[in-house]
């Protein structure tokens, strides 16, 4: 009789019988596994959470009172007939590939990754296994993110050059991940928040990610009492009344998307900087190869094409139709 597979995809996630739960649910059930805390991973209603210890903090900030159970970096856990572990992804702090193993078959749910160093979140680590489902949100040649020290240069030269001119740079960017990544690489200097930004960051804080001190904007602050600050702020805020307060102002934001012109242009921002928290074509690759897996399962992005090419590498490629939504350029603070 032939075996249910480790992983199986259904209407409501991606599922283990063998377990009996769910990897990254998008519909209430019993027991979820939760990759990260992007909303679209991390969605409320579920009866029972297992994330990692680092993502739970923000797992609570965002969900509020949940039935959360947590879990260390390459503890292993047996749940019914399978053995789970959670492994860095590299995304954003917290982030986990999530390997799942039944009867000796290995599969590795990836959730979103970058293979990037970042000096912030755990690194990721590349997992041996028989199937991987992997992310394809940047899966294009043309999507190859340059050195991230080029980028900071890059962001805080934008920053010293406002400042001289004496106008106030606002920089958009996801409140969970990106925004801190960015506070990171910033130099010394005065830096604003929005409260999205500013709530996140103060629970990374507290959990000893290290991080500079920041202001939050609130309607009592003057801005003129912060000569030079730089603003952090989600995309939604971009463009809005709320930015009046700040005077003239050079926009700038930070996201993958940014490669592509035409994505800058409808932003319409003065300066697109390409930062992703998400693997670009060469870091896909490689963590794929790194695996050694022959089977593939290709989630959201750009799946037709990414897929294809991996079927023409060799790999046994399928697509995966999921309510993942990777890094968003137009819309939402989806992530």
Known sequence: MTRAPVLS????????????????????????????????????????????????????????????????????????????????????????????????????VSGDYKTEADGLCESFEPLRCDAFITESTFGLPVFRWQPQ???????????????????????????????????????????????????????????????????????????KAHPGAIVLAPPAAMGTPWMRRFGAVSTGFASGWMQLRGVRRRRSVDRGFVVSDHADWAGLTEAIRATGAERIFVTHGYTEIFSRWLGECGYDAHIVSTEYAGEIAESGEAE
Do not use: M
């Open 149 to 223: 020290a080029e980028v900071a240069a890059e962001i805080n030269g934008w920053w010293r050059a406002s400042a001289a001119a004496g106008i106030t740079p606002v920089l958009g960017a996801y409140s969970l991940g990106k925004a801190q990544r960015l506070l990171a690489l910033l130099e010394d200097g005065p830096i604003l928040t929005h409260g999205a930004v500013e709530a996140t960051t103060e629970v990374l804080r507290a959990q000893g990610y290290q991080l500079p001190q920041t202001i939050q904007v609130t309607p009592e602050l003057d801005a």
């Open 9 to 108: 995809f259904t209407d409501r996630g991606i599922y283990c019988p063998a377990g009996e739960f769910y990897i990254d649910p998008w519909r209430p059930v019993d027991r979820a596994l939760i990759t990260h805390g992007h909303a679209d991973h991390a969605r409320p209603g579920h009866a029972r959470y297992l994330a990692t210890a680092a993502a739970a903090p923000v797992l609570r900030h965002r969900l509020g009172d949940i039935a959360l159970d947590t879990i260390g970096y390459g503890e292993a856990r047996k749940i019914g007939g399978a053995a789970v572990s959670f492994h860095p992804a590299g995304h954003v702090p917290g982030s986990a590939q999530i390997r799942v193993e039944v009867a000796g078959e290995v599969w590795v």
